[in-house]
């Protein structure tokens, strides 16, 4: 989408290590942040969101992390797993409605055993 | 429930035809989206709508059309196709503005 950049496009890591993605938006009224994954050949399911009154958000190996001064979030994968191999996507809010997202162009994860 | 359910799956269309994609929701969204998905380039809106009756352009509108007489259907309307509409169409609804999108399973689309 046309405001928020996501990195890296590509992540490889091996099982039992961190992953992190980053995503970084543009305006600053942006008040909603989720994160969604992509299996290979299904639909996009959300698997965490905050919003701007919340630093950082857990559950369970997944958290987000969210800087509203730098205009960044991030998504941590602690002990990773082959399953969470994946395509993931940020979002924000769409700049002129309000109502839709916008995504990130996703980052392909691959976790080896 | 369903959830969002779309047809068809898969579409080989000649350059120049139409056709109509269907999306359904049996969650009594009022909020219906529907997305393009090139490979390596995410997810771009097309269409989205507020509810019955209420429709509005996303980033990529051109080439489409949508209408919504009920909650629970969004058909996007694809007229005169061309090769650059090959994509794989995602429909998707969410029970508020700002809440978890539910999106249905795809359709692949591929205009010759």
């Known amino acids: 989408g046309e405001n928020v950049e996501q990195h890296p496009s590509t992540l490889s890591v091996q099982e039992g290590d961190s992953a992190v993605i980053k995503c970084t938006y543009s305006?600053?009224?942006?008040?909603?942040f989720p994160w969604y994954k992509q299996e290979l050949g299904k639909r996009p399911q959300l698997i965490i969101d905050?919003?701007?009154?919340?630093g950082e958000k857990k559950d369970q190996r997944i958290a987000v992390t969210l800087n509203k001064t730098a205009k960044h979030f991030s998504l941590h994968i602690t002990e990773t797993q082959p399953e969470d191999s994946a395509v993931y996507f940020c979002a924000v809010p769409n700049s002129n409605s309000g109502y839709a997202l916008n995504f990130g162009k996703g980052t392909s994860l691959l976790v080896t055993p | 429930n369903a959830g969002v359910t779309q047809t068809p799956k898969f579409r080989i269309l000649k350059i120049g035809q139409s056709m109509t994609l269907q999306c359904t929701q049996d969650m009594n969204h009022n909020y219906m989206y529907w997305y393009r998905q090139d490979p390596g380039m995410g997810l771009k809106l097309i269409y989205y709508s507020v509810g019955a009756g209420i429709t509005d352009k996303g980033e990529v509108p051109n080439g489409y059309n949508v209408s919504r007489s009920t909650t629970e259907d969004f058909p996007l309307r694809l007229e005169l196709a061309a090769p650059s509409q090959t994509s794989v169409y995602f429909c998707a609804s969410s029970g508020g503005p700002l809440y978890e999108q539910y999106f249905g399973p795809g359709t692949r689309l591929t205009v010759t």
């Open positions: 305006d600053s009224a942006s008040n909603y």
């Open positions: 905050i919003r701007s009154n919340v």
